[in-house]
T-cell receptor, first 117, second 112 residues
Framework: DAGVIQSPRHEVTEMGQEVTLRCKPI?????LFWYRQTMMRGLELLIY????????DSGMPEDRFSAKMPNASFSTLKIQPSEPRDSAVYFC???????????????FGAGSRLTVL | TQLLEQSPQFLSIQEGENLTVYCNSS?????LQWYRQEPGEGPVLLVT?????EVKKLKRLTFQFGDARKDSSLHITAAQPGDTGLYLC????????????FGKGTHLIIQP
């Protein structure tokens, strides 16, 4: 398996522009997570889906952020409009669901580094 | 307020030395995990601990889950430059949703 695939790997954009980050989870994984990582705040959970259904989006910073999972093999995280404080590395991760005790294992993608000027 | 507090934040030691890093919380977790992250990559799972007091070994790495399941430690014996990286602990709250919460990590540098 190719693992979790994220695109783009790097994006530089100007304040006010729309940004769309994409994720393809591991085949057979039916739970998908979006995290944001910065030096100041570490890895923050933004939202996660089980069987394409959003379970917890309390980490989404504000209405400028939205995430969708139209099918089991694709998810997007959209920021509109983008702001400089959104600059971070955004990670997608997937796992199997339901989770058995001791088996709540996430496989992460390589991340999308976003810079908003 | 961070749910999982990791210490120290930064640690730089010489090759061959031993070290321990900590992951603490006031909350009880159903399980805790340790991940290692290298620059430009996503975190990779090292181990999962589930039972209070559990100890797991992975070559020179020893992981322990606290008896009350609120804390964990990672001990590295005879550290090597290849151990350099960001070590993250992550947990699932007992009785909570099953999303993983991460600590901010310990940045470890092993100098040759």
């Amino acid at each position: 398996d190719a693992g979790v695939i994220q695109s783009p790997r790097h994006e530089v954009t100007e304040m006010g522009q729309e940004v769309t980050l994409r994720c393809k989870p591991i085949s057979g994984h039916n739970s998908l997570f979006w995290y944001r990582q910065t030096m100041m705040r570490g890895l923050e959970l933004l939202i996660y889906f089980n069987n394409n259904v959003p379970i917890d989006d309390s980490g989404m910073p504000e209405d400028r952020f939205s995430a969708k999972m139209p099918n089991a093999s694709f998810s997007t995280l959209k920021i509109q409009p983008s702001e400089p404080r959104d600059s971070a590395v955004y990670f997608c991760a997937s796992r199997t669901y339901p989770v058995q005790a001791g088996a709540n294992v996430l496989t992460f993608g390589a991340g999308s580094r976003l810079t908003v000027l | 307020t961070q749910l999982l507090e990791q210490s120290p934040q930064f640690l730089s030691i010489q090759e061959g030395e031993n070290l321990t890093v900590y992951c603490n919380s006031s909350s009880v977790f159903s399980s805790l995990q340790w991940y290692r992250q290298e620059p430009g990559e996503g975190p990779v799972l090292l181990v999962t601990v589930v039972t209070g007091g559990e100890v797991k070994k992975l070559k020179r790495l020893t992981f322990q889950f606290g008896d009350a399941r609120k804390d964990s430690s990672l001990h590295i014996t005879a550290a090597q430059p290849g151990d350099t990286g960001l070590y993250l602990c992550a947990g699932v709250l007992r009785g909570g949703a099953d999303g993983l919460t991460f600590g901010k990590g310990t940045h470890l540098i092993i100098q040759p």
